[in-house]
């Protein structure tokens, strides 16, 4: 018999950003005894305290910064990926941004497209977290970053991520993938049904979800 989930929310924290349920139907990657299915991508400091994922990646298109990494730890009520570069930043202050991660409680680590087996190297022999590596292109040289250290791989190819899982989970039959699911439920599914073990979402900004919330506002003036 199917059994009913409760669902217990206080008087003020009536709506939080919710994961499309269809998430769940992916195996999930298993870290330190936890399973993560879905990880909201955003570095937003309030809708980071507001969502219901499983996890949050903290990549952005900046120079990787310890103030914003420890802003993102203190609101997180969940483990956090976090991102030291691997573009512009590379090498050895990759690595101490990592091995800073680390200390303040990031479950993984995550590097971009560019990065280096070196530097993956770098960032292996200081850390003890998972690494994450950013999957862009069909062309990625994923072997060599397996090599390096590489312990997840993370599909961000646009139009194509579908593709490319199909591509990396025939190659390697065992490795961990996460990947965009896309903005609906059938890309979600798409994307599980290649081979993702654990899918990432991009919530819709603070802009948009205080439009709304003004727009409900206004309709209740009106009564």
């Known amino acids: 018999m199917k059994q009913i ?36 991508f955003t570095t937003d400091i309030a ?25 993102i730890m203190l609101v997180s009520q969940v483990p956090v990926f976090a991102g030291v570069g691997g573009g512009l930043t590379t090498g050895q202050r990759s ?44 062309t990625a040289d994923i072997a060599s970053r397996l090599a390096a250290g590489v312990d997840i791989l993370n599909v961000s190819g646009g139009l194509k991520t579908v593709e490319i899982v199909q591509k990396i989970r025939k190659a390697y039959p ?8 896309g903005p609906t439920d059938q890309t979600i599914l798409e994307v599980i049904a290649a081979g993702a073990n654990a899918v990432t979402y991009t919530p819709p900004s603070n802009g948009e979800i205080f439009k709304k919330k003004m727009e409900k506002y206004r309709e209740e003036v009106k009564k």
Do not use: H, W
């Open 174 to 181: 065992d490795i961990p993938i996460m990947a965009t699911g």
């Open 47 to 71: 809708i980071i305290a507001n969502n219901n994922a499983d996890a949050v990646l903290a990549v952005y298109p900046f120079t990787p910064s310890t103030a914003v990494l420890k802003g």
């Open 95 to 138: 690595a101490n941004m990592s091995l800073f991660s680390e200390a303040e409680g990031a479950m993984s680590v995550v590097v971009n497209g560019p990065t280096s087996p070196e530097t993956i190297r770098k960032i292996n022999r200081v850390v003890d977290v998972p690494i994450v590596y950013t999957v862009v292109t069909e």
């Open 5 to 40: 989930v409760p669902s217990v929310k206080s008087e003020l924290r009536q709506e939080i950003v919710e994961i499309p349920s269809v998430i769940n139907q992916c195996s999930g990657i298993e870290i330190y005894g936890r399973n993560i299915k879905s990880v909201i």
